[in-house]
């Protein structure tokens, strides 16, 4: 209850007809040994001994219970009546007061009907002035809470995740909302940004074969309707990881109209080796069965009895030199599809690695 709130109430009323005085009654005197000193604003109780401070919410008081509390707390409180023992805190008058002055140690609690009335009109101004400001703050993603930001969440599709936090959930919402999308580089930035993990993005179109840019014998390819296009991208991973949060992010961010490939994972290896070797790298398969070649074997390295390339674009280095450095070596790259009547998971791979000094 505010006081400035009565007060503004009470201009209302005419004066003619209505007396606007709160009908005093004295309730209970408050002192004690360090003296004591009382304030009453806002609902709240606050009482001094010495420097020592301590408040009471008078909303869930009776003043029997408030009288206890303080004689709880070192002061002395000498009752004067028993009539409103029972009555509720935010009956006491506000106003503040020090056992030093004269009367400073009365407390209050007002007797008048029209007190009584508008005691209870101020009490439900003063919520609705708090509730407008907190309205206003719901209209704002980073000051909204609650069911008000699940409801910010849902206007942009952004669900809250099981035992999200509103601060957590704040955040996510205008970053998954507004983050850049539609390219490679954004749609890695998602996956990292929500899920810790990193993938890349590969699109096909940036290795298609062109006649005036192309090496013959170098790793380019010609477009197709299953693998290589300006319509496709492929996420990869250098590790095995669970993909059912990543692909959902994918298919969120990727551009209207591009096909997404099942995701790979990219197995490599690397050697360390000094200025004066050369590295080369080759992966041999052997079947029981037929060998069917289909894909990029290349007839001016490949050997014909050395099935050096798989059924889907392996990239088969002769060799690197970078003298003083780390090489990483080209790296197999397999997909979730059957051999002839064998899967993947059941092959064999044979990595040989050589080094040789050159003059």
Partial sequence: MNLSTIK????????AVFDKDPGPALVMRLSHAAGARWRIFDSQFTAWAGTVETTYDLRVMS???LQVSLEAAGFTVQRITARYENYSALALVEGDG????????????????????????AQEVDAAHYQIKMALLQMV??????????????????MRLQNEGDPAYRQRIPAEAFRIRVNALAIEKAILDITGKVVRILEPWTSIF?????????????????????????????????????????????????????PQVINGAWVVVEPKYSVGVSIRRRHVAQAIIEDV??????????????????????????????????SGRWQSIPWLAMPWTEQRYFYKFKHETRS
Avoid at 98 to 121: P, R
Wanted: hydrophobic share 35%.
């Fill in 8 to 15: 503004r109430l009470l201009k209302y009323p005419h004066p």
């Fill in 63 to 65: 003043i029997a219970a």
């Fill in 98 to 121: 020090d056992q030093g002055q004269s009367n400073g140690d009365h407390i209050y609690v007002f007797t008048s009907l029209l007190w009584a009335l508008l005691s209870c009109y």
């Fill in 141 to 158: 993603i980073k000051t909204a809470e609650g069911e008000w930001l699940d409801l910010w969440g849902e206007v942009y599709g952004i």
């Fill in 210 to 262: 062109t006649l005036d840019d192309s090496e013959l014998d170098g790793d380019d390819k010609f477009q197709d309707s299953t693998h290589v296009g300006y319509f496709f991208i492929q996420p990869q991973s250098d590790i095995s990881i669970d993909w059912t949060d990543v692909l959902p992010i994918i298919e969120r961010n990727r551009p209207a109209g591009v096909i997404m490939l099942p």
């Fill in 297 to 330: 074997a290349r007839l001016d390295y490949s050997d014909i009895e050395d099935i050096s390339t798989l059924n889907y674009a392996i990239t088969n280095k002769r060799s690197t030199r970078q003298p003083g450095m780390r090489v990483k070596m080209g």
